[in-house]
């Protein structure tokens, strides 16, 4: 699809009706085949999920499933994955902007919103993007020991989350729909996250904040380090960003799948 014909269509309502017909109970002789299906295209691990298919009343449900417990164990490590996906190599963040790797530079201020001044803790350090794709299991969880401090919604445009926007959209990541998560760990390191909605994306959920505003709302939400915090109504991206004070990551080559719980970082010297 070309771009010219992508910036006239109508996304933001697409994703919504999309959303809507995903919310409803479609009856299990119309369901159950669709799920089976979808499972099948996509190759999605059923053996993981906490109840059978014929379970799940919606096409949304089945997306937001829950895993088996057990299912995802939790490193022992100051920084873990927050969610299933594909990650990509780490990326700078250089003064007041987050450069990625095709060099194209995001402000802070323009990517975080009201939470830009969370952005002079972060210079100097790194941010790494983590892609989910429909097979993914969609839930999101805290990659450490932390208490979120604040939050926001950014409204936007819901262009697509992958290679195709990657490569098209210089600024996809400040157009796009997001909600900014800042959080102190109890390391004593910040951290930023933020959850892009994409094309597709009916909504997304955080369990201990409310609704977040565009104004930036205050909170006090502890949570361990593996935590379930929330959910994508589908696939997205999530955009963890780090200090040069959070421990040093753990190398993984040119990008490679991760889970939910997994080692992004090992404890510095001395421990931390």
């Not at 990326?91 to 990517?111: C, M, N, Q, V």
């Not at 390191?189 to 609704?211: D, K, S, T």
């Amino acid at each position: 699809m070309s771009l010219f014909l992508l910036r006239r269509l109508p996304l933001a309502v697409v994703s919504r009706l999309v959303g809507w017909v995903a919310r409803r109970r479609l009856g299990p002789r119309l369901l159950q085949p669709l799920l089976r299906a979808y499972a099948r295209h996509y190759r999605v691990n059923l053996g993981e999920a906490e109840t059978a298919l014929t379970a799940y009343p919606t096409v949304e449900a089945f997306f937001t499933r829950r895993l088996r417990p057990g299912s995802r164990p939790v490193a022992t490590t100051p920084l873990v994955s927050p969610c299933d996906g594909w990650l990509a190599p780490a990326e700078r963040i250089t003064g007041d902007r987050a450069i990625t790797a095709k060099g194209y530079p995001y402000r802070l201020a323009d990517l975080l919103g009201p939470l830009a001044p969370w952005g002079s803790r972060l210079a100097g350090g790194q941010w790494l993007t983590l892609y989910l794709s429909p097979r993914d299991y969609h839930r999101f969880h805290a990659p450490a020991a932390m208490v979120v401090v604040e939050s926001c919604h950014l409204p936007g445009r819901r262009w697509p989350v992958n290679g195709w926007g990657i490569d098209h959209l210089p600024d996809l990541f400040v157009e796009n729909e997001r909600v900014v998560v800042a959080a102190e760990t109890t390391a004593g390191w910040p951290l930023v996250m933020v959850f892009v909605a994409a094309l597709n994306v009916g909504r997304i959920e955080l369990h201990g904040v409310g609704p977040a505003t565009g104004q930036g709302s205050r909170h006090h939400w502890a949570l361990t380090a593996g935590e379930e915090m929330g959910y994508f109504g589908l696939g997205s991206t999530i955009l963890l960003l780090l200090p040069p004070s959070a421990p040093p990551l753990l190398a993984r080559g040119g990008g490679a799948p991760i889970r939910v719980g997994e080692a992004l970082a090992n404890a510095p010297p001395g421990g931390r």
